[in-house]
């Protein structure tokens, strides 16, 4: 196994982001950030952890509004919520994520 992977662990993400992390502008998007993250939290109601994404395309597949473009390639690539205004709430990726990197908020109207 991996250094990597026994002293730092892939963890789900977390459902309280929000309140345990602080917001950074990227783009359209926000970051979520904390003290133990490197990569951090994109997006808000479609939320991707890039600490814990492996990239495998299972969202991307899934979706069918077409919420997420790849940020980076190759082994690094993450699935970037881009277009998370356009979520119609299915959570299909949330249920296909093998990692549990991904938390769906919808919105009160
Ligand atoms: S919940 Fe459904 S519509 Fe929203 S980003 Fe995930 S797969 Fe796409």
Excluded: H
């Excluded at 490197?38 to 994404?53: K, N, P, Q, R």
């Excluded at 509004?65 to 979520?87: H, I, M, Q, T």
Aim: glycine share 6%.
């Amino acid at each position: 196994m991996e250094f990597a992977k026994i002293f730092f662990p892939i963890l789900p993400i977390d459902p309280n982001f929000q309140a345990n992390r602080f917001p950074i502008a990227y783009n359209t998007l926000k970051v979520w950030k904390n003290a133990s993250s490197t990569l951090g939290i994109y997006g808000t109601d479609v939320a991707v952890d890039f600490d814990s994404c492996i990239g495998d395309g299972a969202c991307v597949e899934v979706c069918p509004v077409n919420v997420f473009d790849w940020y980076g390639c190759g082994a690094d690539r993450k699935a970037l919520p881009v277009r998370e205004s356009d979520c119609i709430y299915c959570f299909g990726c949330e249920a296909v994520c093998p990692k549990f990197a991904i938390r769906v908020t919808k919105q009160q109207t």
